[in-house]
């Protein structure tokens, strides 16, 4: 897709969020700057007729409990019956067993589109022995790319893993994005926004590895250019969504930093 920022802009796509109770704001704050409109709606009583008249659902499960499973596979199921987009946050996978069973609760329980975590959360999900240290990554022996690129063919989802590169696959495709900051690992919630923002994509976009893709080297751009301009986490979170907000296609074009991985049988 030419200009997928102008396209979200002009459509202004409505994007369900059932997430956690630390980044709900910045999830919220990040779709609107990005020109979508957010909505957080987490009761069983209204949760499915929300997504219902929503353009992607996001699915964080970093504040989980039992009743906010219920209501994210009561949205999924809508979701899917709609073709609308499903983007799971796999935030803390490999912590607990609770957040290990649930996550693979949701994945055997509606299809998702797209799964989406850092390189631990992403390794564990995909069956690997990986640990995560609360929600942040720790190190993974195995190769991220063939992990990618496998546990798409195995889940028929998107697989999108963030950390300093990002990698994004369909089980054929592998994109590796190298947009972004280290700031953007120094303040809680950045892979929560990225969620939110590959709602947005995927919203407009169906060719969702294109979509993730996309938002992953978007975002990136804006965390580079809000760098330039801070001093540390606090300006930097500031300056990264007024970046977002004064971000175009134009700009982003000449600023995108991606591969395409040659596809190995
Ligand atoms: N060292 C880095 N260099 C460049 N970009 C980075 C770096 N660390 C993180 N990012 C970017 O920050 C965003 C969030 O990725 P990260 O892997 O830190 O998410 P996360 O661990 O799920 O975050 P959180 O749990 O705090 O929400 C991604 O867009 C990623 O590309
Ligand atoms: C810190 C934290 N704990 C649960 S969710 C969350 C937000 C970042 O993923």
């Not at 979701?79 to 946050?89: Q, S």
Request: hydrophobic content about 45%; proline content about 3%; charged content about 25%.
């Amino acid at each position: 897709m030419n200009n997928p920022l102008k396209t979200i802009r002009e459509r202004k796509p409505l994007i369900h969020h059932i997430t956690n109770w630390v980044t709900i704001y910045d999830s919220a704050n990040m779709t609107r700057a990005f020109g979508a409109l957010p909505v957080m709606a987490h009761a069983p009583e209204e949760c499915a007729e929300m997504t219902g008249i929503s353009s992607a659902l996001v699915l964080n499960i970093g504040t989980l409990t039992s009743e906010i499973i219920d209501s994210m596979l009561l949205s999924a199921a809508t979701a899917n019956e709609k073709k609308i987009p499903v983007v799971l946050d796999a935030v803390g996978v490999g912590a607990t067993k609770f957040r290990d069973e649930m996550a693979a609760k949701i994945l055997n329980s509606v299809h998702v589109d797209i799964i989406k975590g850092n390189y631990s959360e992403i390794a564990k999900l995909a069956g690997e022995n990986a640990e995560t240290k609360g929600v942040e990554a720790t190190t993974i022996s195995a190769d991220p790319e063939k992990i990618a690129k496998e546990f798409a063919k195995s889940s028929s989802a998107v697989v999108v893993m963030t950390g300093k590169e990002d990698i994004i696959s369909d089980g054929e495709r592998v994109f590796v994005v190298r947009n972004g900051h280290e700031l953007m690992g120094s303040i809680v919630g950045t892979g929560c926004m990225v969620a939110s923002v590959i709602g947005a994509f995927a919203a407009i976009n169906p060719d969702y590895c294109e979509a993730s893709r996309d938002a992953l080297c978007y975002f990136g751009i804006a965390g580079e250019l809000a760098a330039v301009k801070s001093s540390g986490p606090g300006s930097f979170k500031v300056n990264l969504y007024d970046e977002v907000f004064n971000l175009s296609d134009e700009k982003a074009r000449n600023m995108m930093n991606f591969e395409e991985k040659q596809a190995q049988k």
